[in-house]
């Protein structure tokens, strides 16, 4: 039986393993929070040091840089943006992908496949690229270079994730909690209201969050349809030439700390969200 | 309402939205692209490709995607299942890991730029090991193959956590009972990996690398931030004609390219990862 002979035989080799193991996690953790930890030095010290060489390996707490930041024109403008579309982003998105995703998860209707079809495509497709015509059309309507036409790209990209995760949470209540609120006389509405949404809370802010931090991250697209009222990210694309280090520095680390925050907040959704809106 | 109405009124927001911004600016896409002014023609198309940037930037995407694709597909299978098997502090380790997730391209960029930029931490590792004299510019023309990898580095440090949290969810769906019975029987750990793991994980892999190789045409922020001009993208080629060159028709030609060439990998992809019909868990 092999088995018991390694079993046996190797209490060393798997004690090594169990070392190799952990030094693996530990490195691969490194991996992810050093260049994270080089950007922090980097805001955290004064414009002079960023600027010098060679680099201390330590932050010298000096607010110099983002203090810079907060002062350069326009900056705080394009923070604001961002915050304004990113927002809106995840209300348009969650307002119109829930519903979808509870019609896919309680009823069976013709063109349920071609609906979940549509959805599905929208994640093949690289949408930014839209931003393309539809500056066209932007400047016909009027929506170009406002925060609302922005909002409203990034809501084509948040979308299918709402409905694809909408539905998997709904598809976690059981209908029968639905069903036993009509027998004691709720009606669908109410049904929904009173059970189905304090349940279902939770997951939807994360959702929510979610949607917030695709917007708050996309490039392209905000770079391409704002000209004045320019997001972060499109300002400090746009700068990337003209720009000295400490600014882009700050900028990127204005850009990392909601995502940090917002991982964290939604961390438990994470893998369920990803689980079953893959099927 | 009845149930039959129902369903529609629901779904009619997000079809009348996705058909208005969705459907509807890939026509605009397609006619911007495929007329100048007077009809149905192929110049965009012509000019677009017979530009001397064009074999470059397309060699370079899709280069990079060669080189950073198949990296982290390898790191995501690895970090999945290192994390599958941990009994303390995996919600710690699987925090960290999908830190880069909320990260974008554009801040992954800076943060490289951190390390690599001429007065930066590579340059002042290396003056302090006695390696180099000099801080050298590693991000300029001279050192064309400092820049690639810089931006494989930076693109292989943000994006792996899309693939691992894919990948990490489709792990959790795998019955333990097919490792144990395995285990019985005496398969070593890469057996089960290869003959359990891997099999019942194709269509979570077909996803995370569908998502992923998309992405990966869509490059553009981190190798502006890390490259500049020096490393010519389709995608910074479009936004160059959009904007530089106010040429919108040429912008529209090159967004049908990518579009085309991500569809073709997509198709590939499914097709190279099919789930024979009837064998999901």
Redesign the interface.
């Known amino acids: ?3 018991v002979t390694t079993d046996v035989a190797a209490p060393d080799t798997r004690r090594a393993g169990r070392y190799v ?1 952990i030094a ?2 530990v490195l ?2 490194a ?3 050093v ?2 930890y ?2 922090l030095i ?1 805001t955290l010290s004064s414009p002079e040091t960023v ?5 201390p ?1 330590l932050p010298e707490f000096d607010l110099g840089s983002l203090g810079f930041f907060a002062g350069f024109a326009g900056i705080l403008t394009a923070l604001k943006n961002s915050i304004l579309v990113a927002g809106l982003t995840m209300i348009m998105s969650i ?3 829930a ?2 995703g ?3 998860s ?2 069976d ?1 013709r063109g ?1 496949e071609a ?1 979940r079809l ?2 599905l495509l ?9 931003a ?6 932007f400047i016909q309507t009027g929506l170009d270079d406002t925060v609302f036409g922005l909002s ?2 990034h ?2 990209l948040a ?1 299918p994730f709402a ?1 694809l995760i909408t539905f998997s949470l709904f598809s976690g209540i059981p209908l029968e909690l639905e069903e036993a609120a009509w027998t004691l006389g709720c009606t ?1 509405l109410t049904a929904f209201t009173k059970v189905v949404l304090p349940l279902i809370l939770p997951g939807i802010t994360a959702s929510a969050i979610f949607a917030f ?1 695709i917007s ?5 697209a905000a ?2 349809l704002t000209i004045e009222n320019r997001t972060l ?1 499109a300002f ?2 746009q700068n ?2 003209t720009s000295p ?1 400490h600014l ?2 700050a ?2 680390f204005i ?2 700390v ?3 925050i ?3 907040a939604v ?1 438990k959704y ?3 969200m ?3 809106a ?2 | 309402m009845n149930a039959r109405v129902l369903p529609y009124v629901l779904i009619l927001p997000v079809t009348a939205f996705l058909c208005l911004f969705f459907l509807y600016p890939f026509v605009l896409v397609a006619k911007q692209a495929f007329s100048t002014g007077d009809g149905f023609t192929l110049d965009n198309f012509r000019q677009v490709v017979g530009y001397w940037k064009f074999p470059i930037s397309l060699q370079n995407t899709l280069l990079l995607a060669a080189a950073v694709v198949p990296v982290q597909l390898a790191l995501a299978l690895l970090m999945a299942t290192m994390v599958n098997k941990m009994q303390r502090g995996r919600d710690l380790v699987l925090y960290v890991w999908t830190i880069p997730l909320g990260i974008s391209d554009l801040a992954a960029g800076i943060i490289w730029l951190a390390i690599f930029e001429q007065s930066g931490f590579l340059n002042s590792m290396l003056s302090g090991l006695g390696v180099v004299d000099r801080p050298v510019n590693f991000l300029s023309y001279q050192h064309p193959g400092v820049v690639f990898l810089a931006i494989a580095l930076a693109e292989i440090w943000r994006a792996t956590a899309i693939m691992l949290v894919i990948l990490v969810a489709g792990i959790g769906l795998i019955p333990k009972e097919y490792y144990e019975a395995a285990e019985v029987f005496g398969a070593s750990p890469w057996k089960r990996f290869t003959r359990i793991t891997l099999p019942l994980l194709r269509p979570s892999l077909q996803t995370a690398l569908v998502l992923r190789v998309i992405l990966a045409f869509e490059v553009f922020a981190v190798v502006l931030a890390l490259g500049g001009t020096l490393f010519p993208v389709l995608m910074s080629e479009t936004y160059a004609y959009q904007f530089d060159l106010l040429d919108s028709g040429a912008a529209a030609a090159m967004a049908l390219i990518i579009l085309a060439i991500s569809i073709g990998f997509t198709l590939i992809i499914l097709r190279a990862l099919r789930v024979p019909k009837g064998a999901t868990i």
């Open positions: 039986m092999t088995p193991y693996a996690v691969l953790c991996w992810v929070l260049p994270l080089f950007l980097n600027n010098s060489f060679p680099k390996f307002l119109i992908g519903p979808a509870y019609a896919l309680r009823f209707f349920k609906f549509l959805i929208t994640r093949a497709f690289p949408l930014p690229l839209l393309l015509p539809l500056a066209v059309m409203l790209v809501t084509t979308i409905v669908r931090v708050w991250n996309e490039v392209f770079a391409v990210t400090l694309l990337l030439d280090l882009k520095f900028g990127g850009l990392v909601p995502a940090l917002f991982i964290f961390r994470l893998f369920a990803w689980g079953i893959n099927r």
